[in-house]
């Protein structure tokens, strides 16, 4: 079944501490493709990240770096040295390949704040 | 210079009405999405577009049709609303299917369900 797990409801850091953000996803297709999306307070959605399940090298954007590892089923997301306007709800979701299109889940997201 | 946008940003009715939210993109993309955000924050695709065709329906009860009259646009009808239907809409584009490039969202439509 597919499933996508942040155990992670809420983290508090002051400003400057890195900071990694847990997803866990299962699955039983072997071709899938996995996202990140950050949600700020004023609501709009912001897409981050797309890696496909063959592709394990990890990706470093700025701050944000992601450590994909098939062998864990893990898909985490760290910021270094946050800063308060990293503060937003995070969210990792799986999409499978299925005939006709894609089916994709949410985690239920990681609400991240940052103190100055 | 928006690139995707929708409308209304709020619309408050009440049950058993028929409604409609607008997205437009002027981003050249070829998918357009309709994703849903209840009061708990869960997130849920409803529907993906590909030129004009549907992709994907995810288990969205048939009172919600989207309507795809050109690649730019990708409306939602809502009939016979019931309060289960308030949440947040988001539309989305992205450049192809794959969503490999680029993914843009709308910056949401509040429904409220009296």
């Known amino acids: 079944a597919q499933k996508v797990t942040q155990a992670q409801t809420e983290i508090s850091v002051v400003e400057k501490e890195d900071v990694t953000l847990d997803c866990v996803y299962e699955?039983?297709?072997?071709?899938?493709?996995l996202f990140w999306y950050k949600q700020p307070p004023s609501g709009e959605l912001v897409f981050l990240i797309r890696?496909?399940?063959?592709?394990?090298q990890n990706e470093i954007s700025g701050r944000y770096s992601w450590n994909f590892q098939k062998s864990t089923s893990s898909f985490n997301f760290t910021i270094t040295a946050s800063q308060v306007v990293d503060s937003a709800v995070y969210f990792c979701a799986l999409s499978e390949v299925k005939t006709g299109g894609f089916k994709t889940i949410f985690g239920a997201g990681t609400r991240l704040f940052v103190k100055a | 210079d928006t690139a995707v946008s929708q409308t209304p940003k709020y619309l408050v009715t009440q049950m058993g009405n028929d409604k409609s939210i607008k997205c437009e993109q002027n981003?050249?993309?070829?998918?357009m999405y309709w994703y849903k955000q209840d009061s708990k924050k869960f997130l849920k695709i409803m529907f993906s577009y590909n030129n004009k065709e549907l992709i994907i329906n995810e288990t969205v009860p048939n009172r919600f049709s989207p309507k795809s009259p050109d690649k730019a646009h990708l409306n939602l009808h809502i009939n016979s609303l019931e309060l289960g239907d308030s949440a947040v809409y988001f539309c989305?584009?992205?450049?192809?299917?794959?969503?490999?490039?680029?993914?843009?969202f709308g910056s949401g439509t509040r429904l409220t369900v009296v």
């Open positions: 989305a584009s992205s450049q192809d299917l794959q969503g490999e490039r680029s993914y843009t």
């Open positions: 890696r496909n399940s063959f592709d394990e």
């Open positions: 699955t039983r297709d072997t071709t899938y493709y």
């Open positions: 981003l050249g993309h070829d998918t």
